[in-house]
């Protein structure tokens, strides 16, 4: 338990710091953050999961790109869900999950 609540907020700090460096993408505060860390992680686990699988073979010949797009997909839907989180455009959303994703794999 106190290992899932340390990823939890490691999460949100990873989101938090993510927006701070992303132009474009906003937090309203920390909390904000580890909820849009809890939602893009539960909305990547599905979602991102069933659109991968369906479009493996596009994936595959596009070398990964196909995924990174999904990402992007995934961060949208997650500020269409989350108050607070705001992004601003394609360009703004590619950025921030890859700054999530280093930041995520730093900590």
């Known amino acids: ?12 700090i990873a989101v938090a710091l993510a927006s701070y460096f992303t132009p ?3 937090v309203d505060g920390i909390w904000t ?3 849009v860390a809890v939602v893009f992680g539960l909305v990547n686990a599905f979602v991102g999961t069933i659109l991968r699988a369906i479009t ?13 797009i999904i990402t992007i997909l995934m961060v949208f839907l997650t500020d269409r869900w989350v108050d607070g989180f705001t992004t ?3 360009i703004s ?4 999950a890859i700054l999530l994703g280093l ?3 730093l900590l």
């Open 1 to 12: 338990m106190l290992k899932f609540i340390l990823s939890l907020i490691i999460s949100g």
């Open 24 to 26: 474009g993408v906003s």
């Open 33 to 35: 953050a580890i909820i």
């Open 56 to 68: 493996l073979p596009l994936n595959f010949l596009t070398l990964g790109l196909v995924s990174f």
């Open 88 to 90: 601003s455009g394609w």
């Open 93 to 96: 959303a590619a950025i921030f």
């Open 103 to 105: 930041i995520n794999g």
